[in-house]
């Protein structure tokens, strides 16, 4: 079913969202951003969509949680299970490809200008 739909559709699923909050969320981890600030940065972004009140207390499963129910309130109800397991794969997704993408560029620059010394 998935591979019948466009880009657009695609990127109206919950998955999606899941996916882009995990993937905001680990290229700002990297460069040592408190958890607190990553998350309200996401926030400030996604409320341009539509608002709402920010959960209390405040971490990547309940803020997860939140835009998913905000963002996609007209479709079947979300279960915390569901959305726990899709942030995980999403985040073995993001780490296991910046690992790769930072050891293929390391191999990519050795011998070159680029290479640190």
Do not use: W
């Amino acid at each position: 079913m998935v591979d019948s739909l466009g880009m657009f559709q695609l990127s109206g699923l919950p998955e999606s969202t899941i996916a882009t909050i995990v993937e905001t969320y680990s290229a700002l981890k990297k460069q040592n951003l408190p958890e607190h600030e990553i998350l309200t940065r996401i926030e400030g972004f996604r409320s341009k969509i539509s608002s709402g009140d920010m959960p209390n207390p405040l971490n990547l499963n309940s803020h997860i949680q939140y835009c998913v129910d905000l963002e996609h309130s007209h479709g079947a109800p979300i279960s915390e299970d569901f959305i726990t397991k899709a942030r995980q794969i999403s985040s073995q997704h993001f780490t296991r490809f910046t690992t790769t993408f930072f050891s293929d560029l390391k191999i990519l620059t050795e011998g070159t200008c680029y290479e640190q010394t």
